[in-house]
């Protein structure tokens, strides 16, 4: 069964203060892994797919990286508006099923 | 501006009570999922349809939920009856079979007392 792990739970940066972050995966096979971001009361919004060990992808003050066993999203200089729950997620060789981890809540104070 | 539509966005009922949840994919898109989530649990996948057929649903208690897709623009969600534990916001969502991201409506917040 495949299992996703985000870490930490909650986060609280002061504006302009870099950080990163974590989402571990056991997986039996990877056909990609998935960024989101969600704000309360809305639905998760894609930001990347990541394919392979290697990759990164960029957006504004976000970039995200792939090894084989787990996944980085670094805030660089974060914004009180990058405030959110980022959500990473697995999907199998097979399906376009998607398996979420629990979430790190950011907290960007001004 | 493609989106998933879900109605309706709130619900209150009362146990027992049939419960019903509507989703309009993007069009276009051919895979459509559904997802429940509590603070508990997190995200969970409930059921997942491809073409309009179901291929994954394993995830849903099958005496009281059921899964449909009466056509490629409607995908419907129930529960019958509802319990106060099925409270929860349930996500829509759909993809296309050749990509493997996949774009959530805005929920629909179901509260059973």
């Known amino acids: 069964e495949d299992q996703v792990t985000q870490s930490p739970e909650a986060l609280r940066l002061q504006e302009g203060e870099s950080s990163s972050l974590n989402c571990s995966y056991t997986?039996?096979?990877?056909?990609?892994l998935f960024w989101y971001r969600q704000d309360p009361g809305k639905g998760p919004e894609f930001l990347f797919t990541?394919?392979?060990a290697g990759e990164e992808k960029e957006k504004e003050r976000l970039k995200a990286t792939l090894t084989k066993k787990e996944s980085f999203l670094h805030i660089t200089a974060p914004k009180p508006e990058d405030s959110a729950t980022y959500l990473c997620?697995?999907?199998?060789?097979?399906?376009?099923?998607?398996?979420f981890g629990g979430g790190t809540r950011l907290m960007v104070k001004p | 501006d493609a989106r998933v539509t879900q109605t309706p966005r709130h619900k209150v009922t009362e146990m027992g009570q049939e419960v019903t949840m509507r989703c309009q994919p993007i069009?276009?898109?051919?895979?459509v999922f559904w997802y429940r989530q509590t603070m508990m649990q997190g995200l969970e996948l409930l059921a997942y349809?491809?073409?309009?057929?179901?291929?994954?649903d394993s995830g849903m208690p099958k005496d009281r939920f059921s899964a449909e897709m009466p056509d490629a623009t409607l995908a419907t969600l129930k529960i019958q009856p509802s319990e106060p534990r099925d409270s929860a916001v349930y996500f829509c969502?759909?993809?296309?079979?050749?990509?493997?991201?996949?774009?959530f409506g805005q929920g629909t917040r179901l509260t059973v007392v």
């Open positions: 349809f491809r073409n309009r057929a179901p291929l994954d």
């Open positions: 990541l394919y392979s």
């Open positions: 969502a759909s993809g296309r079979q050749a990509n493997t991201e996949a774009f």
């Open positions: 997986v039996s096979g990877l056909r990609g």
């Open positions: 997620a697995v999907a199998p060789p097979a399906g376009n099923m998607l398996t």
């Open positions: 069009l276009g898109h051919n895979t």
